[in-house]
């Protein structure tokens, strides 16, 4: 682990976003994203990792034919993202770092089904373009970035004001059950409201 550099964190961040695909474990890797990028943004050198799992050795036998499978797809991913638009190393990462943090939130706080997806891929194409220096996708990401919270945050405060209007309801009922009413009018009129 001592040998890990500067694209350690396009990696880990890479197969976590990746992990954080799958609809279960998207919570968890989610919380494991915010650790890298907290990193980045405090400005260390590489990813620091625990004693326990910085000792802990990898089953070569299952990685190798991970990697066996996986290239084709590096490959084509070669001919797409390459090296565009330098952009200074510590301000990219800071940014990096703080733009995975505020879509990891989203992996972690919002409880709807397949939400996590968009978030979750957005973060590897960050991880891709930062792992590659590639300006013009991090550019790309960053907008998307800006898409996906706008359209999330617009997503929370309808699920809030359909959650506000659906209690006023339940209250407003419980309250006609306890006054009588001489005109079914207006209770009709007060429900509706």
Known sequence: MHSLHKSSFGIIMLLLALVAIAPG???VAGL????????????????????????RSLPTRHLAAVVQRSIPVLRYLEKVVHPRWHTPLKT?????????????TT??????????VVPA???ALISLAY????????SITLLATV??????????????????????????LRFLKLVPFTS?????????L
Do not use: C, H, W, Y
């Open 121 to 123: 891929l957005v973060i």
């Open 147 to 172: 898409i996906v919270m706008t359209v999330t945050t617009m997503g929370v405060a309808v699920q809030s004001l359909s959650m506000q209007r659906r209690s006023r309801r339940i209250m407003l």
């Open 32 to 55: 494991l994203l915010m650790i890298p990028a907290f990193q980045m943004i405090a400005g260390n050198p590489a990813p620091v990792f625990p004693r326990r799992i910085a000792t």
């Open 184 to 192: 079914r009018r207006v209770s009709v009129l007060l429900i509706e």
């Open 92 to 104: 990219t990462k800071r940014l990096v770092g703080t733009v995975v943090v505020i879509l990891s």
């Open 25 to 27: 474990a998207s919570i």
């Open 131 to 138: 792992l590659e220096e590639d300006g013009v996708l991090l």
């Open 107 to 116: 992996l972690v706080f919002i409880p709807i089904p397949l939400s996590n």
